[in-house]
């Protein structure tokens, strides 16, 4: 069999797919808007969350069309709205409508890069919900595709806009990162994550889908699976396949963080392992229990997540402990009795001193995403940093799965001499949806 | 010595001592198996088997693959996480023999005559371990609406040429259900053509 060039591979698949996947106009590239334009929106995925962002992005600027493969899930979140808005089931006529700006992606996690990516590719700016991928090589198509397409994409860490005039001005997390960065801990070595375990699931039988659920399009890439209703609407976090667990999903934001106030957006680990608790009942099969360690090398840090009730601090809701040379730093992430944020005063007052380290202030994470899209600038969680974030929680999973520590290379990007940890790295998607 | 260095010793002819051995573990085999799909076992203790599922090896490909389709969705659950355990046991670096035999099994289920859950599930835990070998007990599926699917998941991954071959192949047989569905695994498996000798 003659060898194929990568090239002619491509070129020729690409033809022979366009038909089948792409809608006329997703390769179309709109103009941008000017400084002083609305921008346009399209809201893809309004179950629970997807309509919370859409309330609150519609009273900045318009919304032209809501997406969801769940019809209850549409006439929801139709009622926000005064007049008609345009409705569909299948988000690539929004990326079809020429008229739509910017696109804002939270449907389940499965589908985040494929959308992203036919969003770019169709001229839109994009603001999509973390995980920013399923896997490795999917993070890696979102980034090659906005920097090919030069598309503003903001991913929904929201850690990073802290404190947001809009929302809770009392999480000091701007003022931890300058503290960081301007060597208040010292030399930052380990880091300590922890979040509540994964919860066990009900034990329901599968059943025919509801006929207001697309069940094909709500799976998207994942391995075809027959319709429970302990997999979705909000329960697909708890499924490896669909949301990977409390790691890609919290844990996203609490490496956010972390790589952010250390200012490694562009590293990544050279070893992972994992152990982790499989629930003992139920359907959810992510582990209940998951203890990770990433090591980083030049310099060397190590950051740990502790997935279990033996918690380092009374922040039962999640927090990150920062060890430095010369003291630690609690940073919490979320609200709970023992408060919220970076209780450290002299942190929490922090201004950086005249020739330091001062990070830029967002004024808020979506309008950071809106200043961009007409400026054209980098937002504060642009694709590559959320790719090296979500590539963190990919990894943390992938060698719990597996069963055994990862050597990896964050240059290349690829497990060293574990093959099958790059199948899992790298897995396909089901039928037209890959990238 | 666990079941796969014994079967090998079988194989190796070196007779009566792993006999006598083997015929010592396959108790605890079907123990640990039992466990894993027994009707009425503590959850706690068929997940911890589950756990550490990665040393039955190939012995208990069969009998977990044959409660994929289980009415019990915990059975279900848990015979399709100890497979998965198994594969990924035995893909690890260094265990090729250990790999090879696991996806020797897992063909030998997909040669079966299974019904549909089990079949789909058993294509995409072997796409984890298979090699050239195990290409056509993959392809055979290809024309199969219903698997068509899980038996591209497998052949995607598969890093022989035989797999692009196989789909090739099923591409000139197909009907407007599985022509699409072949097209885009050639589509996914052109970043893996490099890899390919």
Known sequence: ?435 | MNLHELAKCFRLGLGLAAAVALMAAAPALAADVETIIGEDVDGEARFEAVHNAGELGTEAVAPLAAELNAENTLIRRAAREALEVIVHHAGRPGAEDERRAVADALAEVLAEDHDTAVQREVLYVIGYCADQRHVDAIAAFLNDPELADAACFALVLNPSRASVRALVNAFAEADEDTAPIIVHALAQKANAALDIE
């Open chain 1, 1 to 435: 069999m003659e060898k194929l060039s990568r090239r002619s591979f491509l070129k020729a698949g690409a033809a022979a797919v366009a038909p089948l996947v792409l809608p006329s106009g997703v390769l179309a590239r709109p103009g941008q808007p000017g400084a002083n334009d609305k921008i346009v929106l399209g809201f893809i995925g309004v179950g629970g969350w997807g309509t919370g962002l859409m309330r609150q992005m519609k009273e900045v600027h318009p919304a032209a069309a809501i997406c969801d493969v769940d019809t209850d899930h549409l006439a929801s979140a139709a009622t926000w709205f005064d007049e008609d808005v345009d409705q569909y089931g299948d988000y690539r006529r929004v990326l079809d409508r020429a008229d739509i700006d910017a696109v804002v992606i939270a449907t389940p996690d499965q589908w985040h890069a494929i959308q992203a990516v036919h969003a770019m590719e169709a001229g839109k700016d994009v603001y999509v919900e973390k995980p920013l991928s399923r896997t490795i090589a999917e993070g890696q198509a979102v980034v090659e595709t906005a920097e090919r397409c030069g598309a503003v994409l903001q991913m929904g860490t929201q850690g990073r806009s802290q404190p947001d005039p809009t929302g809770r001005s009392d999480v000091r997390f701007h003022q931890a990162c300058n503290f960081i960065r301007n060597g208040g801990l010292g030399q930052v070595t380990r880091v300590e994550c922890w979040h509540p375990g994964n919860p066990i699931g009900p034990d329901t039988p599968d059943e025919p889908p509801p006929s207001h659920l697309d069940w094909d399009m709500w799976l998207g890439p994942a391995r075809w699976a027959p319709y429970n209703s302990a997999r979705c609407p909000g329960s697909f976090r708890f499924f490896m396949e669909y949301g990977g667990g409390v790691l890609r999903d919290f844990g996203a934001h609490v490496l956010s963080n972390a790589l952010w106030f250390l200012d490694r957006d562009g590293d990544g680990p050279v070893r992972v392992s994992a152990t982790g608790k499989r629930p003992p009942s139920g359907l959810y099969d992510a582990p209940l229990e998951l203890d990770v360690t990433w090591e980083f090398e030049d310099p060397d840090l190590t950051i740990t997540w502790r997935q279990h009730g033996d918690f380092p601090s009374d922040h039962w809701g999640g927090a990150a402990l920062y060890h430095g040379t010369d003291r630690s730093l609690l940073v919490a992430g979320s609200a709970d009795e023992a408060g919220a944020g970076v209780a450290d005063e002299e942190v929490r007052e922090y201004e950086p001193p005249p020739g330091g380290v001062n990070v830029f202030r967002s004024p808020g994470h979506h309008q950071n995403w809106f200043d961009c899209i007409k400026s054209r600038e980098t937002p504060v969680m642009p694709a590559a940093s959320a790719h090296r974030v979500t590539s963190l929680c990919i990894l943390g999973n992938a060698a719990w799965q597996l069963g055994r520590p990862l050597e990896f290379d964050p240059v290349a990007q690829r497990a060293v001499g574990d093959e099958q940890a790059n199948m899992l790295l790298t897995r396909p998607g089901r039928g037209p949806w890959h990238v």
